[in-house]
């Protein structure tokens, strides 16, 4: 069965950093692209960033690029996000979700559960 | 960049079909996914690539995508089938719309 299990969020303050991440099981990792999706709290979801299953392809959405860097340890069967600069703005649960490609352009099966980042002061 | 139109809600009665659109320029041209998310639970993949059922996923629910509409179908419509519904594209970044409630009257 494959699983994605997210750890590192929480509270943290305007402009100070965190970093998320996803441990996969029940799949060969480095067969496939790896995504991270956000969802503010009552609103809709958003792709963050995207990453290949050789780290060859990368990509972020707008409002995180700059800010924010995905990687993934293929050693390890992890995913990252390294967030810096965290704004009150990226306050949401955020999901790891696998790609069904290795490309990393296909659509997202399965998800994990999410973990909350509330950036406040 | 690209951008997906859902309706904020549809309302429908047990047994009858729900319609679910998503809007976008030519989205006819592009692969469309559809996710079901219930309260306090992850997404979960309904349909891919227009039109495909994840095993697991009732026949009940089916897609379709033509111009620029993409719509998900859901036939004989169930209470446990109440929840919010995203598309979902790739357009050199992934895409979703903003997502529709579906409330099963």
């Known amino acids: 069965e494959v699983q994605l299990v997210e750890s590192g969020g929480g509270l943290v303050q305007p402009g100070r950093s965190l970093r998320l991440s996803c441990a996969a099981s029940g799949f060969t990792f480095d067969d496939y692209a790896m995504h991270w999706v956000r969802q503010a709290p009552g609103k809709g979801l958003e792709w963050v960033s995207g990453i290949s299953w050789n780290s060859g392809s990368i990509g972020y959405a707008d409002s995180v690029k700059g800010r924010f860097t995905i990687s993934r340890d293929n050693a390890k069967n992890s995913l990252y996000l390294q967030m810096n600069s965290l704004r009150a703005e990226d306050t949401a649960l955020y999901y790891c979700a696998k790609d069904v490609g290795a490309a990393g352009t296909e659509w997202f099966d399965p998800w994990g559960q999410g973990t909350l980042v509330t950036v406040s002061s | 960049s690209y951008v997906l139109t859902q309706p904020p809600s549809v309302s429908v009665a047990p047994g009858q079909t729900a319609r679910i659109t998503c809007g976008g320029n030519n989205i006819g041209s592009k692969s469309v996914h559809w996710y079901q998310q219930k309260p306090g639970q992850a997404p979960v993949l309904v349909v891919y690539?227009?039109?495909d059922r994840p095993s697991g996923i009732p026949e009940r629910f089916s897609g379709s995508n033509s111009g620029n509409t993409a719509t998900l179908t859901i036939s004989r419509v169930e209470a446990g089938d109440e929840a919010d519904y995203y598309c979902q594209v790739w357009d050199s970044r992934g895409v979703f719309g903003g997502g529709t409630k579906l409330t099963v009257l």
């Open positions: 690539d227009d039109s």
